[in-house]
Structure formats: structure tokens, C-alpha cells
């Protein structure tokens, strides 16, 4: 009996083994993409990609046997002309279902899909977060960001890859860091080494860009990557990484490292990266070899810190660090240490998460882009990003505080409709936005709300707040905001609506509120409300496509 049982266990053994043999797909790669389609009914399943015998690229999956919920694909340029295989720990039948294409799935409906936000930068398929290593570069702004290729739920973390001349239109490339023994790709930041203090330029270009990322399995390691072709290919450091810091700092939350140069041609390059509880500010010579200096307490993941003049004087600037969601310090930066002279300050709520600005901008600009956390329900792309902004300082009857405003560039998308310099009345104004409802149309409006008394006033879509302010009480959307450019109870405002979400910039940007908009109508209904409220300086625009 013994006997047969094991007879029976080594040929249910030898079946699995056939099955894991027969999970395989293996072919030489002559079209440039591998269309999959996804079913979020099932579970994931590892599919390993191997071309002429090396491992290259691990991901979880879960392909769909039947009707699919949408297709993804998989871009095979790096390996054409090579013999691809497919290995899969799940049914044999689902490699059956994928197939080569020199086009993807969708393709003639890409930008067209009836969710897609028409002037909010998202990627073709799967899931985005954050925006990484945003970057300057020969006429070319970089935006990399947190990508999950293969579903529109988080996973298999990728870095994506945007550019664009205006800071408006966006241009996807291919993918660019990949999962690796270390783990997935989680966020980071880029700066371009103008002195090649790294070594990574050659003679036939000695100005690399350098990239500084997380790397996400057991705990978070910092490492490096750089580039020698406009930032379109990235090459992993040999020796990453180049901070494995989780021991001193007591905790495996250690990432998002966000790098500067600071001084002149004496300077050094700093590092600020989240650790437990804050940043953490780290030195170096050559990007390589880092140093830990200092840290400070109360902030969240994503750091930042840069500085800026307030009210535009040059002769007098301050630092400014910052966190993911938004709230920012205030203080002084001596390249080792940040000092807090006042904060925790926040200047926006909503879905802005996780914020990174550029380095090196040809016109010394803070440019600042966030992830917009906004879910596009029957889509195959998940979340968007929100405008570019440009970040200032400027004196209140608070203290510094920190605005941001679209930059301008994103003007150049707007189509004036209507205007009117004189006082409107509430219902004068809702008359004229009727005129825009079109779910499709973006829409931009801009004007000055007076209120002749402390009195509640709201936005509606179809009925429903998009944002309301009760300045009895100093709340915007319920939370505290009182206005601290303008006296009394008028204040200018700034609302972009897109197909999906909507920004809303108040007191000349010193406080922004962005939120989704409940989608499925075929008309959009807009009003304002306000019983003793006068409108002034009314624009409409109508917001061009950027696809």
C-alpha cells in the first residue's frame, strides 16, 4: 500500500512537472508588441520573460480566459530579432491568448476612450502614481513615473516614461527601470551632472543624466542609473546600492530619494530622502558615496526641498521642504541641515499626492507635477497627473506661504467663450454656464467671488459640490482656510475642469482643492451658489485637447 501511494505521489509529481514544461511559449520576436488581455476576476500568475537564454523580466498577470476587461501589451523592441521564452506558473491555455503585433490592442481608439482626461497627462494602459525624476534635458522635459504596465491596480512597479517641449503635450515612451534582484522600481528623482562628477559621461558625452531610485523587496535600498541618450535608455549602477540605510534609520521605510546640486562650483550634491519618520539629508561628491547629515521629523513619503525668493526679491530667499501630501516647512538650508523657521503648512487637499519638482529648468522656474488620484472606472489606465504648477513664495498677513499656480504655458490650451468685466450676478453667471455642457468639452473659469456677507457659497456639478467655502467658519471643502492675500470676503479663483477631475485654485494659488468628477452623464450641469455673492471678472474657456 505504502508503496502505491508513493508510485501515486511521484507520478502526480511528474504531471506537475509536464505542466510547469508545458506552461512555456517560445518564439523568435519579429513584431514589436505582445497584446494581452486581463480579466480582474482572477488571480495573478507569474510570467517570466527570457530572450536568448538570460532572465530578463518577472511580473504578476492575470490573463483572461474569457471576455477580457481590457487588453494590455508588453513592448518587445529590446528584444527583437532575439528567441523569446515565456515561462508561466498558471494554465497553459492563457500564453494561448497573447499574440504579436506591430500594433496594440486599441490602438485606433488610443487618447479617443470616453474616460480618458483630455488635458491631464495619462499613460496608454495599466496603472500610474507617482511622477519620478522630472528632469530638463536639451529642449526636452522628462517625466518618469511610478507604472504598473500590466494591470490598472498597483504592481510590478515600472518606471514610465513622458516628454514633452511645453510642459502641455506629452509624448509616452517606453518603459525604463525595471524589477531586478533588488526588487520593484519605487520612486526617485533625476538631476543632470553637468560636471560628470560621477564618471558615467563619455567622450562622446560627458554630461550624463544621473538617476537616484528606490528599490523595494525585503526593505527599501537607494540606488543609481544614468544615461547617455536623452534620458530614452537607463543604465543600473554595477555597485547599487548605494544606500542601504534601514538598520540606522530603525525602519525599512526608507525611500523617494530626491537629489540637488547645492553651491557653485565648490558644492556637493544633496540628498533628501523619507526615513521612518521624515527627511533625512544625505552628501556626496559624485552620486555614488553618500553621507547621512541630518534629518528632519514630520513629514511623510516623497520628499522635496529647494529654495525660492519671497515676493520675487532676489535678495531674499527661503528653503522649503515638503512631504507627499503637500504640507511643506519653511526655513533655512546650509547644504547639510534643513531649519524649520515655520510649518507644518499645507496648501492643498484633494487627490493631489506625492509631488516632485524639476531640476534644472532652463528658466529657473519651480515646476512642480503631483499624481492625481482619480480612478477611470471600465478604462485600461488607472489615475492621471495633475498640471504642471509653478511654486512661489509670498508674504501674507500669516507669514511666508507657499503658492501654487498653473504655469503658463497651459494657457495656451484655453479658447476665451465668455467674458464680462462687470459685477454678475449668481444667477447671471449660471445662465452663462449653461452655455458648456458638454461632458467631453474641457472648461476653464476664472473669476472673483465677492460676498457681501459671511455667507456659504458652493460650485456644483449636476447638482452635486464639486467645492464649497463657509467663511463663518474658514472652511473650504471642511477644512480650515481662511484668506490671507485679499481683506474681507473676496478672493479670486481659477477652476479646471477636465472630463474626470476638476482643480481649483483660490487666493491667487495660495490654497488648491482637486477632486473627481461622478462621471456617466451625457450633460454637465455647472452653477454656482451663494445668496449674497457677486461675481466679478467672469472668463470662460473652452480647454483644447492635448492628444
Known amino acids: 500500500m505504502k508503496k502505491t501511494i508513493i508510485a501515486i505521489l511521484c507520478l502526480l509529481m511528474a504531471g506537475s512537472l509536464v505542466l510547469a514544461q508545458e506552461a512555456q511559449r517560445e518564439f523568435k520576436v519579429n513584431q514589436r508588441y505582445l497584446n494581452i488581455p486581463i480579466d480582474h476576476q482572477r488571480d495573478n500568475f507569474k510570467l517570466l520573460f527570457t530572450a536568448n537564454g538570460v532572465d530578463s523580466l518577472s511580473v504578476d498577470l492575470s490573463i483572461a480566459q474569457g471576455e477580457p476587461d481590457y487588453w ?51 499613460t496608454r494602459r495599466g496603472w500610474t502614481n ?22 490598472t491596480g498597483w504592481g510590478n512597479m515600472t518606471w514610465g516614461h513622458a516628454v514633452s517641449r511645453d510642459l502641455v503635450h506629452w509624448e509616452e515612451l517606453g518603459d525604463v527601470l525595471f524589477p531586478d ?72 521605510e526608507t525611500r523617494d530619494p530626491k537629489v540637488f546640486w547645492y553651491g557653485g562650483e565648490d558644492g556637493h550634491w544633496v540628498m533628501a530622502l523619507f526615513e521612518k519618520d521624515g527627511n533625512s539629508i544625505y552628501t556626496s561628491d559624485d552620486l555614488k558615496n553618500w553621507t547621512y547629515r541630518s534629518h528632519v521629523a514630520g513629514f511623510d513619503e516623497c520628499p522635496d526641498l529647494f529654495c525660492l525668493p519671497v515676493d520675487g526679491d532676489p535678495a531674499n530667499k527661503k528653503w522649503v521642504t515638503l512631504g507627499a501630501a503637500g504640507i511643506y516647512m519653511i526655513g533655512d538650508f546650509d547644504g547639510y541641515k534643513f531649519t524649520p523657521e515655520s ?88 445662465k452663462a454656464l449653461a452655455q458648456f455642457t458638454d461632458p467631453n468639452q474641457g472648461l476653464h473659469i476664472k473669476a472673483t467671488m465677492k460676498l457681501e456677507a459671511a455667507c456659504y457659497t458652493a460650485f456644483k456639478m449636476n447638482g452635486a459640490e464639486v467645492f464649497d467655502y463657509n467663511p463663518s467658519f ?6 480650515f482656510y481662511s484668506t490671507k492675500e485679499i481683506s474681507g470676503l473676496e478672493f479670486p479663483i481659477e477652476i479646471y475642469i477636465d472630463r474626470t477631475g476638476v482643480e481649483v485654485f483660490i487666493d491667487n494659488g495660495l490654497y488648491s482643492w482637486s477632486s473627481p468628477l461622478v462621471c456617466g452623464s451625457d450633460t454637465r450641469l455647472f452653477e454656482f451658489e451663494g445668496w449674497a455673492m457677486t461675481i466679478h471678472d467672469l472668463a470662460i474657456d473652452t480647454v483644447a485637447s492635448i492628444w
Open 343 to 430: 510649518g507644518r503648512h499645507q496648501n492643498t487637499l484633494g487627490t493631489f499626492y506625492a509631488s516632485q519638482t524639476f531640476s534644472d529648468t532652463p528658466d529657473g522656474r519651480r515646476i512642480q507635477i503631483a499624481w492625481g488620484r482619480i480612478s477611470h472606472p471600465g478604462m485600461p489606465f488607472h489615475s492621471q497627473m495633475q498640471l504642471p504648477t509653478e511654486l512661489t513664495l509670498h508674504t501674507t498677513r500669516d507669514g511666508i506661504r507657499l503658492a501654487s499656480n498653473p504655469v503658463l504655458e497651459v494657457k495656451t490650451l484655453l479658447d476665451r467663450k465668455f467674458t464680462a468685466d462687470k459685477a454678475m450676478s449668481v444667477e447671471d453667471v449660471n
Open 474 to 479: 474658514g472652511l473650504f471643502n471642511g477644512h
Open 130 to 151: 507617482d511622477p519620478n525624476g522630472l528632469v530638463y534635458y536639451k529642449g526636452e522635459y522628462h517625466m518618469y513615473y511610478q507604472h504598473n504596465p500590466y494591470s
Open 72 to 122: 494590455i501589451y508588453k513592448d518587445l523592441s529590446a528584444y527583437m530579432g532575439k528567441k523569446l521564452k515565456l515561462n508561466y506558473d498558471g494554465p497553459s491555455t492563457d500564453l494561448d491568448r497573447m499574440y504579436m503585433a506591430d500594433t496594440i490592442v486599441g490602438q485606433s481608439l488610443l487618447y479617443k476612450e470616453k474616460l480618458r482626461p483630455q488635458f491631464h497627462y495619462t
Open 181 to 252: 534582484r533588488f526588487g520593484t522600481m519605487f520612486s526617485g528623482s533625476a538631476v543632470v551632472d553637468w560636471r560628470n562628477t560621477s564618471g558615467f559621461g563619455t567622450k562622446a558625452n560627458p554630461t550624463p543624466i544621473v538617476y537616484a531610485y528606490t528599490t523595494h523587496a525585503q526593505w527599501q535600498k537607494q540606488c543609481i542609473a544614468y544615461s547617455l541618450d536623452n534620458g530614452r535608455t537607463l543604465v543600473k549602477y554595477a555597485d547599487n546600492p548605494v544606500i542601504d540605510s534601514h538598520e540606522a534609520a530603525g525602519s525599512h
